[in-house]
């Protein structure tokens, strides 16, 4: 069925260099001329909220805080009148991540989730399926406008219930689900909360291509009544790794909170669960601060960049002249509504190098906690002192921690714990080596020294981690889990004195950290997150000149992202993560354009499913790039082709 509809308030859909190719037919191509910078808009979620009101009038038993938790649709500021389609749904074998087992019955008619869809639960297991249905009911009404009704007498009809023994030979791994789709009914089994939130992200590939858009989706069911969903599938499914995250680093450059939204959506809809938060390094402060508030008023802003011309690719880097970061309430309200989404936001606060921003703001509450000395060529031109610097490349700034200048940075950290519900945080640690003998020789560093009676910065280093730990456990709990980079533990002498801590692999180019058998043997558990692999600043096209954008040298392609699944498997691997510095991303185009498509890959490589046998490199080209170019049309209109800048 095809609709020709109007649709107000929606962001570019179609990017016309596409449209032919992926055979949706553009009527109208209009932009609304707002006028509105990034770091002007709305970061509420109230639009969202009063939209959904206004297409259908909410059952008294839905809840509004349900309602104002949901994700805020990327499709908010422009009009374009295009043709909809309730059909073709997707495919079975475009999902991605791929399932586990998945059996299909072909020529079978969609089924079409519709206000006379019913939802019923197995009454044997309401208690332990409650928290399931609440986030069913929260996924339905955010992502297509629908609240069931209870019961199973609907003409379509979904049934929850649990994962059984008999099902499965897995059912304890979190997240696991079995998910039946037929003509008439859709059944989920699972156990948990997230199983629920995974099966729906399966089910919202299994629509049509406007499903990424919950604003689309639920005019699309105004329109035509229903929404198709393929039906005469069968799978079952559950992630191999507990950690699957995208380390966001908004220090470098403010994202501002419509995008960091828009990376949950992103995340949501491939199954990653963990939002690695990098808030904090040489260049931003972007955490506000009610104890000491010039770490977001000063570590917030600053001026020019001071890299030479010689670095052209730095020379772009924004400036703030007001401060850009995050209020407390934006945080919390941040981290809730990805909680809703089943993803854990986790902070990093960036420790002992990279942190010239804590320490310029520290020295307008009047306190000495580090050393900034520029380095990577990096000069200053304007607000000496004053402001975070505005120099990419390398790390300036050196806590020192002498003990004055860790009651600081332990009220500090205090605060900043407060706003994440999580149970693990990041410390960084990473890159402190180039200087670090340098600082510890000094007259500060001595007094650091003489505080930990240690003998070299290294071993100083070392016991300001564990002094990391035991005040991350003091807050989060006896079990809570500090993270951070492989330096840490390779770098500066550290034994294994607390079995809560897991490090972070990225040096797979270092001769001291190339190959995993030398990080698992630290004997705790491991993060991968290898250079070659995982690092999205780098270019993912060859000649790096047929690139969009001027970004870091180097080239981390598709294939070498979805190679992370070919890495050995080791036991304390405790997952991975996708890492977007933002040294070059200048504007949101570039984000998304960095991102995509090898979010797919990143997202295929995490959740773990690997065939066996055959030819890796064949079964990439001959299974993985078909799914990645058909999942790529829901991506059509988004931001990546707008170029909007923030900042």
Not at 268 to 277: A, F, T
Not at 409 to 416: C, F, H, Y
Not at 587 to 608: D, I, K, M, T
């Amino acid at each position: 069925m095809i609709g020709i509809m109007k649709i107000q308030n929606i962001v570019t859909f179609i990017a016309i260099f596409g449209a032919v190719n992926l055979g949706i037919s553009l009527l109208v191509f209009e932009e609304l001329a707002h006028g509105r910078e990034d770091n002007e808009w709305d970061s509420s979620s109230h639009l969202t909220s009063k939209s959904r009101a206004a297409l259908h009038h909410r059952d008294a038993t839905t809840d509004i805080k349900t309602i104002d938790s949901c994700l805020p649709d990327f499709a908010e500021t422009d009009s374009l009148t295009i043709h909809l389609e309730n059909e073709p749904t997707g495919k079975p074998q475009d999902i991605v991540p791929v399932p586990i087992q998945i059996t299909t019955t072909p020529r079978t008619h969609p089924f079409r989730l519709s206000m006379k869809t019913s939802l019923a639960i197995e009454e044997e297991n309401y208690a332990e399926l409650e928290p399931c249905e609440k986030m069913l009911r929260h996924l339905l009404w955010c992502d297509v406008g629908l609240h069931p009704f209870d019961g199973e007498n609907g003409s379509t009809r979904i049934f929850l219930t649990m994962l059984k023994e008999k099902d499965t030979d897995t059912p304890a791994v979190e997240g696991a689900y079995r998910l039946t789709v037929s003509r008439d009914t859709i059944v989920i089994a699972t156990n948990s909360a997230v199983g629920v939130t995974y099966a729906w992200a399966t089910l919202l590939q299994l629509m049509p291509h406007y499903s990424y858009s919950s604003v689309l989706t639920q005019q699309a069911l105004l329109h035509f009544g229903y929404v198709a969903i393929t039906a005469g599938v069968e799978m079952y499914d559950y992630p191999a790794y507990p950690w699957r995250s995208l380390m966001v680093d908004v220090a470098r450059h403010f994202v501002p909170l419509p995008h960091m939204y828009r990376i949950l959506h992103h995340m949501m809809h491939l199954k990653l669960n963990v939002l690695h938060w990098h808030l904090t390094d040489d260049q931003g402060w972007r955490i506000e601060s009610l104890k000491y508030p010039q770490l977001h008023l000063s570590g917030g802003r600053r001026g020019l960049n001071q890299n030479p011309s010689t670095t052209n690719k730095y020379n772009g880097s924004l400036s703030y002249s007001d401060p850009a970061f995050y209020s407390q309430a934006e945080i919390r309200r941040f981290v809730e509504i990805a909680h809703s989404h089943g993803i854990e936001v986790v902070p990093e606060i960036d420790l002992p190098a990279h942190s010239s921003a804590l320490i310029v703001a520290a020295r307008h509450h009047g306190k000495d906690v580090g050393v900034i000395d520029l380095h990577e060529g990096c000069v200053w031109r304007d607000d000496k002192g004053a402001t975070a610097l505005n120099c990419m490349g390398g790390t300036h700034g050196m806590f020192v921690p002498d003990p004055e200048a860790l009651d600081f940075l332990d009220e500090v950290l205090r605060e900043v714990m407060a706003l994440f519900p999580s149970s693990k945080v990041h410390v960084g640690g990473d890159e402190a080596l180039p200087f670090r003998d340098q600082v510890y020789t000094s007259p500060r560093g001595k007094k650091a020294r003489e505080s930990f009676q240690a003998s070299s910065g290294s071993e100083v280093q070392a016991q300001m981690f564990e002094h990391l730990v035991r005040l991350v456990q003091s807050v989060k709990g006896p079990q809570a889990l500090t993270i951070a980079y492989d330096e840490t533990f390779l770098h500066t002498g550290w034994k294994k004195s607390s079995s809560n801590v897991a490090v972070m692999w990225w040096r797979d180019w270092s001769p001291d950290a190339s190959t995993l058998d030398t990080i698992t043997t630290l004997g705790v558990p491991v993060i991968l997150a290898p250079t070659s692999r995982t690092y999205f600043d780098f270019h993912q096209v060859e000649p790096h000149a047929a690139s969009a954008h001027v970004v870091q040298d180097g080239t981390v392609s598709l294939w070498n992202v979805y190679s992370l699944n070919e890495l050995p498997k080791h036991a304390n691997v405790l997952g991975m993560s996708a890492m977007m510095w933002s040294e070059t991303f200048t504007s949101w185009s570039v984000w998304e354009y960095q991102l995509f498509p090898r979010l797919f890959a990143f997202a295929q490589a995490a959740w773990g499913t690997k065939p066996k046998g055959g030819d890796p490199r064949v079964r990439f080209e001959k299974d993985f790039l078909p799914r990645v170019m058909a999942n790529m049309q829901r991506l059509i209109g988004t931001d990546a082709y707008r170029g909007t800048y923030f900042g």
